[in-house]
């Protein structure tokens, strides 16, 4: 009911939330509940434990679920740029060792 309730009132406003766009909404809330989940851990008297390349390689694997299973969990593979920006996101054979430090 929720997904009918949601996709229609989508489609009210114009937008189609094809299966793709589906999946994205749900991939994120999943990777929120993971996130909220990981911060839960963490007591008042106990500092916040470190997010390591582990925790973000779940959560882009999370985003990515039925989308893009090929690639969800990896590192990139591909060098990247940033429209409109001067700033150079690493090479994909650094990024692991980035993700590490």
Do not use: C
């Amino acid at each position: 009911m929720t997904v009918e309730w949601t996709y229609n009132s989508n489609a009210i406003e114009g937008n189609t939330l094809s299966l793709r766009e589906h999946f994205e909404v749900i991939n994120h809330k999943d990777a929120i509940i993971y996130v909220e989940r990981l911060a839960a851990q963490t007591e008042p008297i106990k500092p916040l434990q470190p997010l390591t390349p582990f925790h973000v390689r779940q959560i882009h694997t999370l985003v990515l679920a039925r989308i893009d299973d090929g690639e969800a969990g990896k590192f990139r593979a591909t060098s990247v740029r940033i429209a409109g920006t001067s700033h150079r996101p690493p090479e994909p054979f650094d990024v692991p060792g980035l993700m590490d430090e």
